[in-house]
Protein backbone atom coordinates (compact mmCIF):
# COMPACT_ATOMS: atom_id res chain seq x y z
CA UNK A 1 0.00 0.00 0.00
CA UNK A 2 2.73 2.09 0.96
CA UNK A 3 4.60 1.72 -2.26
CA UNK A 4 1.42 2.19 -4.26
CA UNK A 5 -0.12 5.55 -2.62
CA UNK A 6 2.98 6.67 -1.25
CA UNK A 7 3.95 9.25 -3.96
CA UNK A 8 0.48 10.34 -4.46
CA UNK A 9 -0.34 10.76 -0.44
CA UNK A 10 3.05 12.45 -0.26
CA UNK A 11 2.03 15.12 -3.25
CA UNK A 12 -0.97 15.86 -2.07
CA UNK A 13 0.28 16.99 1.44
CA UNK A 14 2.78 19.01 -0.50
CA UNK A 15 -0.07 20.86 -2.10
CA UNK A 16 -1.92 20.86 0.86
CA UNK A 17 0.41 22.36 3.63
CA UNK A 18 3.84 22.98 1.68
CA UNK A 19 7.03 21.20 1.25
CA UNK A 20 8.26 21.96 4.63
CA UNK A 21 5.49 20.27 7.02
CA UNK A 22 4.39 17.55 4.14
CA UNK A 23 6.77 15.11 5.52
CA UNK A 24 5.65 15.49 9.25
CA UNK A 25 2.37 14.84 7.73
CA UNK A 26 3.44 12.17 5.79
CA UNK A 27 5.37 10.51 9.01
CA UNK A 28 2.03 11.33 10.97
CA UNK A 29 -0.43 9.95 8.24
CA UNK A 30 0.79 6.61 7.81
CA UNK A 31 1.37 6.07 11.71
CA UNK A 32 -1.95 6.43 12.10
CA UNK A 33 -2.97 4.23 9.01
CA UNK A 34 -0.70 1.65 10.61
CA UNK A 35 -2.12 2.12 13.90
CA UNK A 36 -5.89 1.76 12.27
CA UNK A 37 -5.14 -1.27 9.57
CA UNK A 38 -5.89 -3.90 12.32
CA UNK A 39 -9.79 -2.84 12.54
CA UNK A 40 -10.14 -1.75 8.88
CA UNK A 41 -12.87 -3.61 8.10
CA UNK A 42 -14.12 -2.36 4.60
CA UNK A 43 -10.57 -2.99 2.66
CA UNK A 44 -12.20 -2.71 -0.65
CA UNK A 45 -11.19 0.68 -1.37
CA UNK A 46 -7.34 1.51 0.45
CA UNK A 47 -6.51 4.60 -1.80
CA UNK A 48 -9.34 6.21 -0.83
CA UNK A 49 -8.97 5.51 3.05
CA UNK A 50 -5.43 6.28 3.17
CA UNK A 51 -6.14 10.05 1.79
CA UNK A 52 -9.02 10.33 4.20
CA UNK A 53 -6.37 9.75 7.16
CA UNK A 54 -3.86 12.19 5.04
CA UNK A 55 -6.84 14.45 5.18
CA UNK A 56 -7.70 14.52 8.47
CA UNK A 57 -3.97 14.99 9.62
CA UNK A 58 -4.06 18.03 6.49
CA UNK A 59 -7.14 19.26 9.27
CA UNK A 60 -4.74 18.30 12.79
CA UNK A 61 -2.09 20.39 10.86
CA UNK A 62 -3.81 23.56 10.62
CA UNK A 63 -5.14 23.20 13.52
CA UNK A 64 -1.86 22.96 15.70
CA UNK A 65 -0.87 26.05 13.45
CA UNK A 66 -3.56 28.37 14.69
CA UNK A 67 -2.91 27.07 18.73
CA UNK A 68 0.87 28.08 18.17
CA UNK A 69 -0.27 31.36 16.62
CA UNK A 70 0.28 33.77 18.95
CA UNK A 71 -1.06 37.62 18.42
CA UNK A 72 1.79 39.98 17.88
CA UNK A 73 1.50 43.50 17.71
CA UNK A 74 4.17 44.76 15.37
CA UNK A 75 3.47 42.48 12.04
CA UNK A 76 7.21 41.67 10.84
CA UNK A 77 7.70 42.45 7.07
CA UNK A 78 9.46 39.05 6.45
CA UNK A 79 8.53 35.29 7.97
CA UNK A 80 9.69 35.06 11.50
CA UNK A 81 10.81 31.82 10.34
CA UNK A 82 13.24 31.79 7.22
CA UNK A 83 12.30 29.17 4.52
CA UNK A 84 15.56 28.80 2.21
CA UNK A 85 14.72 28.67 -1.79
CA UNK A 86 16.17 25.38 -1.97
CA UNK A 87 13.92 24.06 0.53
CA UNK A 88 10.88 25.47 -0.51
CA UNK A 89 10.48 25.90 -4.25
CA UNK A 90 7.01 25.94 -3.72
CA UNK A 91 4.70 26.76 -6.58
CA UNK A 92 3.32 30.13 -6.11
CA UNK A 93 -0.15 29.40 -7.76
CA UNK A 94 -0.98 25.96 -5.30
CA UNK A 95 0.85 28.53 -2.36
CA UNK A 96 -2.49 30.73 -3.16
CA UNK A 97 -4.35 27.52 -3.40
CA UNK A 98 -3.42 27.02 -0.01
CA UNK A 99 -4.76 30.12 1.09
CA UNK A 100 -8.33 29.38 -0.20
CA UNK A 101 -11.21 28.04 2.45
CA UNK A 102 -9.85 24.59 3.66
CA UNK A 103 -12.41 22.16 1.76
CA UNK A 104 -11.88 24.12 -1.66
CA UNK A 105 -7.84 23.59 -1.39
CA UNK A 106 -8.89 20.24 -0.17
CA UNK A 107 -10.96 19.32 -3.18
CA UNK A 108 -8.56 20.74 -5.36
CA UNK A 109 -5.41 18.88 -4.39
CA UNK A 110 -7.29 15.98 -4.33
CA UNK A 111 -8.47 16.68 -7.52
CA UNK A 112 -5.23 17.84 -9.66
CA UNK A 113 -2.45 16.29 -7.87
CA UNK A 114 -4.30 12.91 -6.71
CA UNK A 115 -6.03 12.71 -10.04
CA UNK A 116 -9.63 11.80 -7.85
CA UNK A 117 -12.71 11.87 -8.98
CA UNK A 118 -15.91 13.80 -7.34
CA UNK A 119 -16.88 10.09 -6.05
CA UNK A 120 -13.84 9.79 -4.62
CA UNK A 121 -13.46 13.74 -3.34
CA UNK A 122 -16.75 13.42 -1.96
CA UNK A 123 -15.77 9.94 0.22
CA UNK A 124 -12.69 11.53 1.28
CA UNK A 125 -13.98 14.49 2.75
CA UNK A 126 -16.97 12.76 3.79
CA UNK A 127 -19.85 15.42 1.78
CA UNK A 128 -21.67 14.71 -1.13
CA UNK A 129 -20.67 14.52 -4.59
CA UNK A 130 -22.47 17.51 -5.51
CA UNK A 131 -20.78 19.63 -2.87
CA UNK A 132 -17.13 17.86 -4.20
CA UNK A 133 -18.26 19.32 -7.06
CA UNK A 134 -19.14 22.89 -5.78
CA UNK A 135 -15.85 22.91 -3.69
CA UNK A 136 -14.06 22.58 -6.87
CA UNK A 137 -15.82 24.71 -9.10
CA UNK A 138 -16.14 28.03 -6.43
CA UNK A 139 -12.16 27.00 -5.98
CA UNK A 140 -11.64 27.37 -9.78
CA UNK A 141 -13.92 30.32 -9.81
CA UNK A 142 -11.58 32.27 -7.28
CA UNK A 143 -8.68 31.31 -8.74
CA UNK A 144 -9.80 32.53 -12.36
CA UNK A 145 -10.66 35.86 -10.86
CA UNK A 146 -8.38 36.33 -8.17
CA UNK A 147 -4.70 34.70 -8.75
CA UNK A 148 -2.53 36.65 -10.85
CA UNK A 149 0.76 35.01 -11.72
CA UNK B 1 -10.54 21.37 -19.08
CA UNK B 2 -9.81 24.95 -18.81
CA UNK B 3 -7.23 26.74 -18.63
CA UNK B 4 -6.45 27.24 -14.84
CA UNK B 5 -7.31 23.28 -14.48
CA UNK B 6 -4.29 22.70 -17.00
CA UNK B 7 -2.37 24.97 -14.94
CA UNK B 8 -3.22 23.02 -11.55
CA UNK B 9 -2.45 19.90 -12.85
CA UNK B 10 1.31 21.15 -14.91
CA UNK B 11 2.35 22.97 -11.98
CA UNK B 12 1.53 20.01 -9.11
CA UNK B 13 4.20 18.85 -6.66
CA UNK B 14 6.25 16.40 -8.46
CA UNK B 15 7.49 13.32 -7.30
CA UNK B 16 9.50 13.80 -4.52
CA UNK B 17 12.31 11.34 -2.50
CA UNK B 18 9.47 10.21 0.09
CA UNK B 19 10.39 10.50 3.68
CA UNK B 20 11.54 6.71 5.14
CA UNK B 21 8.63 5.29 7.57
CA UNK B 22 9.89 2.14 8.44
CA UNK B 23 11.91 2.64 11.39
CA UNK B 24 9.78 4.93 13.00
CA UNK B 25 6.89 2.40 12.53
CA UNK B 26 8.95 -0.41 13.76
CA UNK B 27 10.52 1.33 16.78
CA UNK B 28 6.86 2.03 17.68
CA UNK B 29 5.43 -1.53 17.45
CA UNK B 30 3.02 -0.51 14.19
CA UNK B 31 5.05 -3.83 11.64
CA UNK B 32 4.08 -7.18 11.66
CA UNK B 33 5.90 -8.50 9.21
CA UNK B 34 9.01 -6.48 7.96
CA UNK B 35 10.97 -7.76 4.76
CA UNK B 36 13.67 -7.65 2.53
CA UNK B 37 15.24 -9.25 -0.40
CA UNK B 38 18.51 -11.44 -0.72
CA UNK B 39 20.38 -12.07 -4.02
CA UNK B 40 21.76 -15.80 -3.62
CA UNK B 41 23.74 -18.40 -5.35
CA UNK B 42 20.06 -20.28 -5.71
CA UNK B 43 18.57 -16.84 -6.65
CA UNK B 44 16.56 -13.95 -5.47
CA UNK B 45 15.41 -14.68 -1.73
CA UNK B 46 12.45 -12.64 -0.04
CA UNK B 47 12.87 -12.87 3.98
CA UNK B 48 10.45 -11.94 6.40
CA UNK B 49 10.39 -11.30 9.95
CA UNK B 50 7.97 -10.80 12.58
CA UNK B 51 8.73 -9.91 16.19
CA UNK B 52 8.99 -13.99 16.88
CA UNK B 53 11.16 -14.69 14.37
CA UNK B 54 12.31 -15.55 10.44
CA UNK B 55 7.98 -16.41 9.39
CA UNK B 56 9.03 -17.03 5.80
CA UNK B 57 11.47 -17.09 2.85
CA UNK B 58 10.87 -17.71 -0.30
CA UNK B 59 12.42 -18.19 -3.81
CA UNK B 60 11.39 -14.88 -5.71
CA UNK B 61 10.48 -15.65 -9.60
CA UNK B 62 9.08 -12.51 -10.52
CA UNK B 63 6.27 -12.52 -8.08
CA UNK B 64 6.62 -10.33 -4.93
CA UNK B 65 3.33 -9.05 -4.78
CA UNK B 66 2.24 -12.63 -4.48
CA UNK B 67 4.45 -13.57 -1.56
CA UNK B 68 3.38 -9.77 0.18
CA UNK B 69 -0.32 -10.47 -0.41
CA UNK B 70 0.01 -14.06 0.98
CA UNK B 71 1.67 -13.21 4.04
CA UNK B 72 -0.89 -10.03 4.01
CA UNK B 73 -3.45 -12.37 4.22
CA UNK B 74 -1.91 -15.10 6.79
CA UNK B 75 -0.04 -12.74 8.93
CA UNK B 76 -0.90 -9.13 8.91
CA UNK B 77 -1.59 -6.15 6.06
CA UNK B 78 0.98 -4.24 8.22
CA UNK B 79 4.11 -5.42 6.40
CA UNK B 80 7.01 -2.56 5.61
CA UNK B 81 10.49 -3.22 3.46
CA UNK B 82 12.20 -2.78 6.51
CA UNK B 83 16.43 -4.33 5.03
CA UNK B 84 17.80 -3.79 8.76
CA UNK B 85 15.08 -5.69 10.34
CA UNK B 86 16.56 -8.52 8.36
CA UNK B 87 20.03 -7.98 8.91
CA UNK B 88 20.56 -11.00 10.54
CA UNK B 89 19.08 -13.59 8.60
CA UNK B 90 20.51 -11.98 5.76
CA UNK B 91 24.23 -12.39 7.48
CA UNK B 92 23.53 -16.03 8.42
CA UNK B 93 22.16 -16.91 4.44
CA UNK B 94 25.30 -15.29 3.13
CA UNK B 95 27.55 -16.72 5.47
CA UNK B 96 26.08 -20.02 4.79
CA UNK B 97 26.03 -20.01 0.93
CA UNK B 98 29.96 -18.87 1.42
CA UNK B 99 30.49 -22.34 3.31
CA UNK B 100 30.74 -21.10 6.34
CA UNK B 101 27.95 -21.63 8.24
CA UNK B 102 26.25 -24.90 9.17
CA UNK B 103 23.84 -23.94 11.44
CA UNK B 104 21.81 -20.98 11.37
CA UNK B 105 21.02 -19.67 14.89
CA UNK B 106 17.79 -16.70 14.08
CA UNK B 107 14.71 -17.89 15.89
CA UNK B 108 11.73 -19.00 13.42
CA UNK B 109 8.11 -18.19 13.67
CA UNK B 110 6.07 -21.48 12.91
CA UNK B 111 2.94 -19.63 12.69
CA UNK B 112 2.18 -20.09 8.50
CA UNK B 113 2.08 -24.20 9.07
CA UNK B 114 -0.07 -26.22 11.66
CA UNK B 115 -0.26 -29.85 12.75
CA UNK B 116 1.29 -33.10 11.32
CA UNK B 117 3.02 -30.33 8.51
CA UNK B 118 4.41 -28.17 11.36
CA UNK B 119 5.68 -31.69 12.93
CA UNK B 120 7.28 -32.83 9.51
CA UNK B 121 9.46 -29.57 9.17
CA UNK B 122 10.13 -29.40 12.78
CA UNK B 123 11.58 -32.65 11.75
CA UNK B 124 13.03 -31.62 8.76
CA UNK B 125 14.87 -28.54 11.31
CA UNK B 126 16.70 -31.26 13.26
CA UNK B 127 18.53 -32.96 10.38
CA UNK B 128 21.99 -32.09 10.38
CA UNK B 129 24.24 -29.89 7.53
CA UNK B 130 25.27 -32.39 4.84
CA UNK B 131 23.29 -34.99 5.89
CA UNK B 132 19.94 -35.99 4.51
CA UNK B 133 17.51 -38.10 5.03
CA UNK B 134 14.33 -39.95 3.61
CA UNK B 135 10.58 -38.97 3.51
CA UNK B 136 9.43 -41.75 5.19
CA UNK B 137 12.02 -41.30 8.13
CA UNK B 138 10.54 -37.38 8.80
CA UNK B 139 7.06 -39.10 8.52
CA UNK B 140 7.70 -41.32 11.50
CA UNK B 141 10.07 -38.53 13.52
CA UNK B 142 6.05 -36.85 12.90
CA UNK B 143 4.49 -39.54 14.22
CA UNK B 144 3.71 -41.41 11.15
CA UNK B 145 5.90 -43.65 9.44
CA UNK B 146 2.98 -44.35 6.86
CA UNK B 147 2.49 -41.07 6.30
CA UNK B 148 5.67 -39.92 3.71
CA UNK B 149 3.38 -38.77 1.23
CA UNK B 150 1.93 -35.91 3.33
CA UNK B 151 5.48 -35.35 4.54
CA UNK B 152 6.05 -34.95 0.92
CA UNK B 153 3.20 -32.67 0.63
CA UNK B 154 4.44 -31.14 3.61
CA UNK B 155 7.60 -30.58 2.75
CA UNK B 156 6.61 -28.48 -0.84
CA UNK B 157 4.55 -26.37 1.61
CA UNK B 158 7.41 -25.36 3.52
CA UNK B 159 7.28 -21.70 4.46
CA UNK B 160 11.16 -21.56 5.23
CA UNK B 161 13.03 -23.37 2.74
CA UNK B 162 17.19 -23.21 3.06
CA UNK B 163 17.07 -22.43 6.84
CA UNK B 164 14.38 -25.15 7.28
CA UNK B 165 16.49 -27.81 5.40
CA UNK B 166 13.65 -29.49 3.35
CA UNK B 167 16.49 -29.65 0.45
CA UNK B 168 17.84 -32.50 2.98
CA UNK B 169 14.97 -35.07 2.48
CA UNK B 170 15.60 -37.48 -0.39
CA UNK B 171 14.11 -40.40 -1.84
CA UNK B 172 14.55 -43.80 -0.08
CA UNK B 173 16.27 -45.06 -3.09
CA UNK B 174 18.54 -42.05 -3.17
CA UNK B 175 16.75 -40.32 -5.72
CA UNK B 176 16.72 -36.18 -5.08
CA UNK B 177 12.72 -36.28 -4.69
CA UNK B 178 10.92 -32.60 -5.76
CA UNK B 179 11.89 -29.65 -4.58
CA UNK B 180 9.62 -26.61 -4.16
CA UNK B 181 12.21 -23.65 -5.67
CA UNK B 182 12.63 -26.57 -8.56
CA UNK B 183 14.85 -29.56 -7.56
CA UNK B 184 17.94 -27.31 -9.30
CA UNK B 185 17.82 -25.41 -6.12
CA UNK B 186 18.02 -28.79 -4.32
CA UNK B 187 21.29 -29.59 -5.86
CA UNK B 188 23.05 -26.53 -5.69
CA UNK B 189 21.85 -26.23 -2.17
CA UNK B 190 22.97 -30.10 -1.05
CA UNK B 191 26.57 -28.81 -3.39
CA UNK B 192 26.87 -26.10 -0.95
CA UNK B 193 26.53 -28.36 2.00
CA UNK B 194 29.03 -30.51 0.06
CA UNK B 195 27.10 -33.71 -0.13
CA UNK B 196 28.26 -36.25 -2.56
CA UNK B 197 25.78 -38.65 -2.30
CA UNK B 198 23.40 -37.95 -5.44
CA UNK B 199 22.65 -39.95 -8.30
CA UNK B 200 23.60 -38.65 -11.34
CA UNK B 201 20.39 -37.58 -13.08
Same mark, same amino acid.
Given at each position: ?54 ? !???? #? ?30 ? #? ?50 ? !? ?5 | ?? #? ?24 ? *? ?53 ? !? ?28 ? !? ?27 ? *?? *? ?26 ? *? ?28
Amino acid at each position: MLDAHGPDVHRFLVASVGRVDADDCYQETWMAALRAYPRLRDASNLRSWIFTVAH !RKVI #DHARARRRVAVPVGDVPETPAIATSPALEPDD #DLWAYVRELPPKQRTALALRYVADAGYDEISAVMGTSEDAARRNVHEALKRL !RTEYRP | MT #DIELELRRRAPAPDRLPDITETAASA *GLVDVAYATLDSPVGTLLLATTPQGLVRLAYLNDDEATVLEELSDKVSPRILAAP !RRLDEPRRELDQYFAGRRREFQIPLDWRLT !RGFTRRVLQATANVPYGVTTTYKQVATEA *GN *GLAFRAAGNALGSNPIPIVVPCHRILHS *GGGLGGYTGGVERKRVLLGVEGYSGLKQP
